[in-house]
Nanobody, 115 residues
Framework: QVQLVEPGGGLVQPGGSLRLSCAAA????????MGWYRQALGKQREWIAQ???????NYAASVEGRFTVSRDNAKNTVSLQMNSLKSDDTAVYYC?????????WGQGTQVTVSS
């Protein structure tokens, strides 16, 4: 079974940085698309970034220029480097992968941006 595991997020000061990583297991992810959604309290999930098998990326306008998504195909991980964090970046962040025609989700990790 495909599984995605996210270590914990954390509390970050406004203007600070945080790196999230997600480890995938259960299949060959070489050709999979991987990425990140986030969900703020009381809101629907928002797509924020994705990375294809060749390393090319897409970003939502809300994070472009501040966040960077990357993947390590040897380790089957996808990461999100978040810089210049703002209070409205506070959300539960979910990694995901599209593989073999199905989408799989990580369990989510809380990121709180506050002084």
């Amino acid at each position: 079974q495909v599984q995605l595991v996210e270590p914990g997020g954390g509390l970050v000061q406004p203007g600070g940085s945080l790196r999230l990583s997600c480890a995938a297991a259960g299949t060959n992810f070489r050709t999979a698309t991987m990425g990140w959604y986030r969900q703020a309290l009381g809101k629907q999930r928002e797509w924020i970034a994705q990375v294809f098998f060749d390393g090319s990326t897409n970003y939502a306008a809300s994070v472009e220029g501040r966040f960077t998504v990357s993947r390590d195909n040897a380790k089957n991980t996808v990461s999100l480097q978040m810089n210049s964090l703002k209070s409205d970046d506070t959300a539960v962040y979910y990694c995901w992968t599209l593989v073999s025609g199905s989408t799989y989700w990580g369990q989510g990790t809380q990121v709180t941006v506050s002084s």
